[in-house]
């Protein structure tokens, strides 16, 4: 790694020509853009695998060229705009989506300083001090297509999806960076470059285990993918957000959702995985020259693989969470975890600093970490387990056609259904409650 004299990788930056940018820039999109197309394929064949299901096989060798063949039908259907829909909004609500994944990527940087066409450059479009913010950000402003987009619908599904994702992107865009908050103890930087600088002797996905399992759960949550797809949720919301959307305006919000996927990816490389430095062994007495030229672009592909795999075995291995356990993990689990382990990791660090000796201090802190986690499971026990003394609630009846339309019943109310003999037709009361009336057909109730 190619530092400059005053310590730091920020003076790498702001020093290209104007070509060797535009390079950059259009490199980073056809990439996203291939990338895309490839994980879409890829998403589709190992979850058939999984599932013991053919998968796409028609559309190119071995089905390669679906996802393309599935980009170019989305753009010459017929665009649709309901008459409900707020049509400014409604529009520009994909386009929001779309950019804001593709900003993220700007400041992720893939490989160290390298030649191109003669002009010494590093493997970043840029950097700034507060880069992981940007990307924070970025990734925010994506959410806000969602949530415009069923806002502006006009419907009663897609309002319920964005609302759906107001509270998601509020739960675990909290729990995603207070994950960040030790590696940016650790670092003493919110740089990406210096991030990944940081970790040549040891990655923080293993010095820093608890913010990486936390961060791997939140990115799923923040990009609305499987077991947490509640804004779309096909099954109780339709299509969710996106019921009403057709043609090139779905398929932003489809390419928006899987450029998200690569960008939380490709920054949970670089903030816990090392970036683009070879793992250990490999990058040190093996092959001195792994973290040099263009061969860290393998590495931090490899990587990025590896966590977009990951998603896709979430979704052919888990079914979608409720609401309620959703809403629990992020603001019961994930957060007071992260919380504690930001003090614990502030505590080692300050201690550090006075010149204790950091392998009693990392003893001391397990110790209390596992006192605490046995006291937190003892009181979760202790609290779930009803007093002996307590009455069992006894079940109430309900009538579901009370209002005139059938309701389902909530926990603890039981269906007053009425059972007639087979001769006689079922009838609807005209007292202003339609109460059915069940026909018994031999020993069967219907």
Not at 108 to 128: K, Y
Not at 315 to 341: E, H
Not at 375 to 391: G, Y
Request: proline share 7%; aromatic share 12%.
């Amino acid at each position: 790694m190619l530092a400059d004299a005053d310590g730091t990788h920020l003076a790498q930056f702001g020093h290209d020509v104007w070509w060797i940018m535009l390079i950059k820039v259009v490199v980073i999109f056809a990439f996203l853009m291939v990338f895309t197309l490839f994980t879409i394929i890829f998403e589709r064949r190992a979850v058939s695998w999984m599932q013991q299901r053919v998968g796409p096989n028609r559309v190119g060798p071995q089905g390669s060229l679906q996802s393309l063949a599935d980009g170019v039908k989305l753009m010459l259907k017929e665009d649709i705009v309901p008459k409900a829909a707020d049509k400014a909004i409604f529009v520009i609500a994909p386009v929001i989506s779309a950019t804001g994944a593709f900003l993220a990527f700007a400041v992720i940087p893939i490989g160290p300083e390298v030649s191109i066409f003669g002009e010494r450059t590093v493997l970043q479009v840029t950097d700034t001090p507060v880069a992981v913010l940007f990307i924070l950000a970025s990734s925010s402003a994506a959410i806000y297509g969602i949530v415009l987009a069923g806002w502006s619908s006009g419907s009663t599904y897609p309002l319920l999806g964005g609302l759906r994702s107001t509270a998601q992107m509020i739960s675990y865009e909290l729990a995603m960076s207070l994950s960040f908050v030790a590696v940016f103890l650790y670092a003493g930087s919110m740089s990406t470059s210096e991030i990944v600088a940081a970790q040549e002797d040891l990655w923080y996905g293993i010095a820093l285990l608890p913010s990486f399992v936390v961060y791997l759960i939140a990115m799923v949550g923040e990009t609305n993918r499987p077991p947490f797809d509640l804004p779309e949720a096909e099954g109780e919301l339709v299509g969710g957000f996106h019921t009403e959307y057709s043609s090139i305006k779905f398929a932003l919000f489809f390419l928006g959702e899987y450029i998200a996927l690569i960008t939380v990816s490709a920054l949970a490389v670089t903030l816990f995985l090392g970036g683009w430095m070879a793992p250990w062994p490999l990058g040190g007495p093996i092959w001195p020259g792994a973290n040099e030229n263009w061969f860290p672009v393998l590495w931090f592909l490899g990587k990025l693989l590896t966590l977009v795999f990951v998603f896709i075995w979430l979704r052919g291995t888990l079914p979608r969470m409720r609401y309620d356990q959703f809403m629990a993990l992020g603001w019961k689990i994930l957060i007071p975890v992260s919380i504690g382990w930001i003090l614990l990791v502030a505590t080692i660090q300050a201690l550090r600093n006075e010149g204790y000796e950091v392998r009693n201090i990392v003893l001391v802190a397990a110790g209390v970490l596992a006192a605490l986690l046995l006291v937190t499971w003892v009181w979760e026990v202790v609290r779930a387990k009803p007093p002996e003394d307590e009455p069992v609630a006894e079940a109430v009846e309900f009538d579901p056609f009370a209002g005139g339309y059938p309701v389902p019943p909530m926990p603890g109310q039981v269906p007053v259904l009425v059972s007639t003999p087979v001769s006689t037709p079922v009838s609807f009361s005209t007292s202003g409650q339609h109460r059915v009336e069940m026909v018994e057909r031999g020993d069967t109730d219907a």
